[in-house]
């Protein structure tokens, strides 16, 4: 597509249900990062992924986020057992090659998350 | 490790208003710095980028200069606007010094009245 899609746009869930939130990075993208911004709070970085690979995942905060990538594309972000702390705005961002040296990163609009 | 720090805001100027928003860093190797600015409800766009010292990254107005001796890419503009509203990030990338993952400052906010 033209740019990155994340879906959906705003979320309300209850605190302990399972959310997932889907990225769709531009085509032809190789790379997809997934970031969390919290209120007053920098980008926090979540994972990565190289194709359908993520090589890292130490920034998840807990063993209740995970992330899957398939078919070099669309990316989803589950968040299992949602708490208070979770709330935040929920963003990704693909670029051409990995890294995306250059500044060759573009975001999506992000899923705004609120665990009420 | 790396690391960016931002003057926290907000920032509130009069329209036409000078602006600087001060950005530090501290990286491992030698870093390509950038600036990117979130308009309300949208996602990060890049607003420009140097990649070696002393370059200076311009757009819309917009310069930094990256400064390797004082570890700063200080965001300026000569006359704000009121569609300069916008939260600005600073980030670095430093894949010399192995870190792959774009390192994003808190972000300042800036408030420009007409």
């Known amino acids: 597509g033209a740019g990155v899609s994340q879906s959906p746009s705003n979320k309300v869930t209850e605190k302990g249900k399972d959310v997932e939130l889907r990225c769709d990075p531009i085509?032809?993208?190789?790379?997809l990062y997934w970031y969390r911004q919290s209120l007053g709070q920098g980008l926090e970085f979540l994972i990565y992924?190289?194709?359908?690979?993520?090589?890292?995942k130490s920034g998840l905060p807990s063993d209740r986020f995970s992330a899957e990538r398939t078919g070099g594309s669309v990316s989803t972000l589950t968040i299992q057992r949602t708490q208070q702390e979770d709330s935040a705005v929920y963003l990704c961002?693909?670029?051409?090659?990995?890294?995306?040296?250059?500044?060759?990163?573009?975001f999506g609009s992000g899923t705004r998350l609120t665990v009420v | 490790g790396n690391s960016v720090t931002q003057m926290e805001g907000p920032v509130t100027l009069s329209e036409e208003a000078f602006l600087t928003i001060n950005c530090t860093y501290t990286?491992?190797?030698?870093?390509?710095l950038f600036w990117y600015v979130q308009y309300p409800g949208e996602g990060l766009q890049l607003l420009l980028k140097?990649?070696?010292?002393?370059d200076k990254g311009s757009n819309k107005g917009f310069e930094a200069t990256y400064r390797k001796e004082t570890t700063s890419f200080h965001l300026e503009k000569g006359s704000v606007q009121v569609s300069d509203s916008a939260v600005y990030f600073c980030?670095?990338?430093?894949?010399?010094?192995?870190?792959?993952?774009?390192?994003f400052g808190r972000g300042t906010s800036l408030i420009v009245h007409p």
């Open positions: 085509s032809g993208h190789t790379a």
């Open positions: 980030a670095l990338s430093d894949v010399s010094g192995g870190s792959y993952i774009p390192t």
């Open positions: 990286a491992t190797g030698y870093p390509s």
């Open positions: 992924f190289q194709g359908n690979s993520a090589p890292d």
């Open positions: 140097a990649t070696k010292a002393d």
């Open positions: 961002a693909s670029s051409f090659n990995f890294p995306g040296q250059g500044g060759g990163y573009t």
